[in-house]
């Protein structure tokens, strides 16, 4: 049984108090303060023998590029049409479907598990990308995708938490001048 007290009637909310609400106040000041007379009209140059190449030759793939709409390949999501460029591994152009494309993502998977060589992680995402990437080659016109991609972390990217795995149907990347031309069934 609740109890209800007969004491409520007595007590008023702050919007029953009959009165106006409180309101925050702003205040704005009429005058902008003034900036000191004393600072540099000249913004000094940085030094000419800064260090070139912070990130290490092997690990640029690792990191976002903005020219051309390059991506590396994790960022790449299931539906995407890109480009390949063998002489950047891990990267990716993307492109719109419509217009002719190397391959197309059909699938985007995390890898799990402890991996020590290139080779496991490489026959671990094989396997993940198997199944989703022979169901799409079989939906698709004879002669349309010659070729797979599995784009998978080396084992240094692994390790710093890089499980994407990017399985990909392709018209034959760099193999000539063969493309996809409209997204795949």
Not at 36 to 43: E, Q
Not at 51 to 72: H, I, M, N, R, W
Not at 138 to 153: L, N, S
Not at 175 to 185: A, E, I, N, V, Y
């Amino acid at each position: 049984m609740a109890a209800t007290g007969g004491g409520a009637k007595d007590k008023k909310s702050p919007t029953d108090s009959g009165g106006r609400s409180p309101s925050p106040s702003l205040s704005i000041p009429s005058e902008l303060p003034s900036l000191p007379s004393d600072l540099p009209s000249v913004v000094p140059s940085l030094p000419s023998d800064l260090p070139t190449g912070l990130v290490p030759t092997g690990l640029q793939s690792l990191f976002p590029s903005l020219a051309d709409d390059e991506v590396p390949y994790y960022m790449l999501r299931k539906g995407d049409c890109f480009d390949a460029d063998d002489s950047l591994p891990g990267q990716a152009a993307k492109r719109r479907c419509t217009q002719p494309h190397d391959a197309e993502v059909v699938k985007v998977s995390e890898i799990n598990g402890t991996y020590t060589t290139d080779t496991a992680l490489k026959k671990a995402a094989s396997a993940l990308c198997k199944a989703a990437l022979e169901r799409k080659a079989a939906d698709q016109a004879a002669g349309t995708v010659r070729d797979t991609v599995v784009q998978y972390p080396d084992t240094v990217g692994y390790r710093t938490g890089i499980d994407k795995v990017a399985c990909s149907l392709s018209a034959g990347v760099g193999k000539g001048t063969h493309k996809l031309t409209r997204p795949l069934k």
